[in-house]
């Protein structure tokens, strides 16, 4: 019985000791060499026994580089980031650019919502007992200023984007539309803040190949699975595209 106690302990320690070297893993045990990865795991010695386990896969990492020649962005272009591309709010990100010149850019991320969902109609007390209207997250820059995206090319001061698309305009004509009771789902979507780019910092990061453009639509608007288009843009673009869609955001959990 001690015997099998003792074997007990012995196991859960070594299974302890997996555990912690395993939270000790550090970037400098991965390395890249051509086409080839290697992941290295090196355990603590135990008891003056040391296990070492290195396991060596092989992938064409070609196969997740953009295809598209294209590296001048548009106002109104749809970025796709890459599956490696880490950036907090734009991880896995669909952004649409408002804005891009020699200063600057800035655009609205499309697939992103609020951990704690808001309402337009909890902010402007007119549209209270109006349709719900969801407030989206469109990124991390003013999150105190709403815009808002929309099919309305008759709507006042509505600043033309890109096949069908519009931001912003005559907010009081919005206000009558929401409360005249008509559809605001798949002709409006409302964002709370923005994602910014410094002079020549979305152009360096396209060169880096985190970026993939592609032209907008206004069929965006109207589906309503928007936390997915990040996975279903990649996949409707076919090929190697559709292989990033079905990348894991995190691979050492598979």
Not at 30 to 50: A, H, L, N, R
């Amino acid at each position: 019985e001690f015997c099998k106690c003792l074997d007990v302990f012995f196991l859960n320690f070594f299974l302890l000791v997996l555990i912690v070297n395993h939270l000790h893993f550090k970037e400098n045990n991965f390395s890249k060499k051509g086409e080839e990865m290697f992941f290295k795991f090196d355990f603590i010695p135990y008891i003056g026994i040391t296990i070492k386990k290195e396991k060596k896969l092989t992938m064409d990492m070609r196969v997740f580089q953009i295809e598209s020649g294209r590296v001048l962005p548009m106002k109104g272009d749809i970025l796709i980031s890459s599956p490696f591309f880490r950036g907090h709010d734009l991880t896995r990100s669909v952004v649409l650019l408002l804005e891009h010149n020699e200063e600057g850019s800035m655009g609205i991320i499309l697939n992103k919502e609020f951990r704690n969902h808001i309402l337009l109609n909890e902010l402007l007390p007119p549209l209270e007992f109006a349709q719900r209207v969801p407030i989206y997250k469109g990124g991390p820059v003013s999150r105190e200023t709403i815009f808002f995206l929309h099919t309305l090319e008759d709507l006042k001061g509505a600043i033309p984007l890109a096949n069908g698309l519009y931001v912003n305009g005559n907010f009081g004509e919005v206000q009558k539309y929401i409360l005249d009771g008509k559809p605001v789902e798949g002709v409006f979507r409302f964002f709370s803040g923005y994602v910014g780019w410094e002079k020549g910092q979305l152009i360096k990061e396209i060169e880096e190949k985190s970026w993939l453009i592609v032209d907008s639509n206004k069929e965006m608007l109207q589906d309503l699975n928007f936390c997915d288009l990040w996975h279903t843009m990649l996949a409707k673009l076919g090929g190697r595209y559709a292989i990033w869609a079905r990348y894991p955001q995190y691979p050492m959990l598979n």
